[in-house]
């Protein structure tokens, strides 16, 4: 059974910097992609960042603000956030892909985490 387990989300002010975990357990951690995905209230699940076997990618606006990382050995995978806005306020889910092939869309994820929960606010 795989599991997926988020941490590190909270309240933070806009420019401020947060970094989110994700700990994996059920399935060999290194050949599967890992992504990010976020949902703000009243919106679609968006795609965020994604670490795999043929690189990383990211979501248009967060491009340049966040970035994507893991530790195939402690099998966790990060999201390091800076200069946050307003707008990255959602919950945030870490996902493991189908396979090793770096994927940006929900329908190539077959887990998922319960989300953390991310509030950019003054």
């Known amino acids: 059974q795989v599991q997926l387990v988020e941490s590190g989300g909270g309240l933070v002010q806009p420019g401020g910097s947060l970094r989110l975990s994700c700990a994996a357990s059920?399935?060999?951690?290194?050949?599967?992609?890992m992504g990010w995905f976020r949902q703000a209230p009243g919106k679609e699940r968006e795609f965020v960042a994604a670490s795999g076997g043929t690189g990383r990618e990211y979501g248009y606006s967060v491009k340049g603000r966040f970035t994507i990382s893991r530790d195939n050995a402690k099998n966790t995978v990060y999201l390091q956030m800076n200069s946050l806005k307003p707008e990255d306020t959602g919950v945030y889910y870490c996902a493991s892909a189908r396979g090793p092939f770096t994927a940006t869309t929900r329908g190539s994820y077959d887990y998922w985490g319960q989300g953390t929960q991310v509030t950019v606010s003054s």
């Open positions: 059920g399935r060999t951690f290194s050949s599967y992609t």
